[in-house]
């Protein structure tokens, strides 16, 4: 039994576990929460927790260095993205890079300073504290809420000039056109509930305003039996691939050069009854003894290098309790 079959059997039987889906889909894990051990995985997803609190000494002293990729490396791909914009094989593409990094905490830690919907810490490996929700499914509704465009909060008169930018509206109006079709593979009356809606993100640095919108349908009562190939139809997310789906992943592929592993995967939880999971964006991970945190967001025909190369900087923060 793989981990999507997993999924649906533990669903059909109404067993709550968590899950955490890479970007590839080449290591699922999937864990009845009866089974979790926290010395392995630490979770908050909206409320729902498996740890006490843990209030750190050092607390306020937060130190963060960053290493980004070269703007020449950023741009090597950045130009690759664009040329297949121009002819037509993608409208809308994510493009994202490591950044190294070096600070005064854990791993651990930031999963406790961090606020955020979803965070996740697992094996020392990684973690995650991520405000974009994936999906969730309550009573046969399910409902994704993809998050493209983002601002520095601190600009005046930021709320407005986000809503009315003309190249953030056109990447917007695309993933969700792209979120509606994906859902409309797995589910009946689909509809945009919400359009371009208002979150706020507070980082250690600066904070920001991101942009979301909310799409709906409705499953087929016997959902749960097979809630492990809904996922897999719907993944990799399309806030981070872009569209259309298929030719663009490739391109991030040819442009990136890297493999993002469990960083824009999914995660999150069946409670018995109800799901609720969340893409994993704002990532950091150990490798070899050094952070990476990796960002990054969509590029279209319109976007301007250096402002794409500074939000990917810019969204290398931890937003702090």
Known sequence: MDSFEKISFYAKQKI??????????????????????????????????????????HSGNYILSKKPVSIERYSEAFNHIQTNQTDGNSYLTNLTFPTQIEMNYTLKDIFHISSARYKLWYRDQFVVFSPEIFLTIKDRKISSYPMKGTIDASIHNAENIILNNEKESAEHLTIVDLIRNDLSRVSKNVSVEKYRYIDKIQTAG???????????????????????????????????????????????????????????????IFDGADLDSGVMIRYIEKDNGNYIFKSGGGITVYSELQSEYQEMIDKVNIPVN
Not at 251 to 264: D, L, M, N, V, W
């Open 16 to 57: 709550p576990f968590i899950f955490i889906i890479d970007y590839n889909l080449l290591k699922p894990v999937v864990i009845p929460i009866a089974e979790s051990n926290s010395d392995e995985i630490l979770y908050n997803f909206n409320g729902i927790k498996n740890y006490i609190p843990v209030e750190l000494p």
């Open 206 to 268: 600066k904070n920001l305003l991101q942009v979301s919108s909310e799409i709906t349908g409705t499953l087929n009562p016997d959902y749960r039996e097979n809630l492990g190939e809904i996922l897999k139809k719907l993944l990799p997310a399309g806030s981070i691939t872009g569209a259309p789906k298929h030719k663009t992943i490739e391109i991030i592929k040819s442009a990136e050069k890297y493999e993002r592993g469990y960083y824009c995967g999914i995660c999150g």
